[in-house]
């Protein structure tokens, strides 16, 4: 399998390519709409095309360049089914793989960071989105956020994964790219270690995180698969300048 981590700056989001080298078809998990470009053309850098975008949840940081790779290059929406978006050609449940060529994704729900939160797991590998960051994990306190809930997902599903298991997370602030299981049940200051529900439930509600930037445009143009407002403030447009520049924008 083809394996490619790549970054976008300006809201810190890791986007995954993943290719199956018998099949030529790839899968682009969390794309970013400022970055399209670059994406596509790694993908046909490789030799490949790409079949769908998956998205781990509706992310309030960064506007999905689903919909528009769809226009682009004919690729297909996954999404979490929990979501229920009208613009999704298939929606993703728990327990049932999602195959595309050889490449086997196994949805699991992690509600907390959001409702309609989803990890996917392969080969040793799991992108965990924002339910469980290198040394963190997503906020809860919006888009029905819920912190006995991420306990939960995290402690019940994720960390019942195998230790090596690989953690790829959706952002880093810090230029880190990778951890394990392992590392996070034992040293995660959020979720590792002894933490109850109730010590994590406090740490959350004491965090004090100012109100997101973006999130009054991305979450309403996610719910649409990506779709950028036409009223973006001058301040918020590199977040959007993908739809700028694109012929189908």
Not at 16 to 26: I, P
């Amino acid at each position: 399998m083809i394996f490619r981590q790549l970054f976008e700056p300006l809201s810190s989001t890791y986007t995954y390519l993943l290719g199956d080298e018998d099949t030529g078809q790839a899968v682009l998990i969390d794309p970013v709409i400022a970055t399209m470009d670059r994406d596509l053309a790694e993908v046909r850098r490789l030799g490949l095309t790409l079949a769908f975008t998956v998205d781990t949840h509706i992310h309030a940081d960064h506007i999905t360049a689903a919909l528009e790779m769809k226009r682009a290059v004919g690729s297909k929406i996954a999404a979490p089914a929990h979501d229920r978006l009208a613009c999704v050609d298939l929606g993703l449940e728990e327990g049932r793989p999602f195959k595309v060529g050889g490449i086997v994704l196994q949805p699991l729900h992690t509600p907390g960071h959001t409702d309609g939160h989803f990890a996917y797991v392969l080969a040793g590998r799991v992108f965990t989105g924002d339910a469980l960051l290198i040394d963190g994990c997503g906020r809860t306190d919006f888009q029905n956020g819920d912190a006995e809930a991420l306990y939960k997902s995290v402690r019940e599903k994720l960390f019942a994964l195998p230790g090596e298991t690989l953690v790829y997370p959706a952002h880093d602030y810090q230029g880190r790219f990778v951890s394990s299981i392992a590392q996070e049940k034992m040293r995660n200051p959020r979720l590792g270690g002894e933490t109850t529900v109730d010590e994590f439930k406090s740490i959350m509600a004491s965090l004090n995180l100012p109100y997101p930037a973006f999130i009054d445009y991305a979450v309403p143009g996610n719910r649409l698969c990506g779709v950028c407002p036409p009223d973006l403030p001058d301040k918020l447009a590199g977040y959007c300048r993908q739809m700028t520049h694109s012929p189908q924008g």
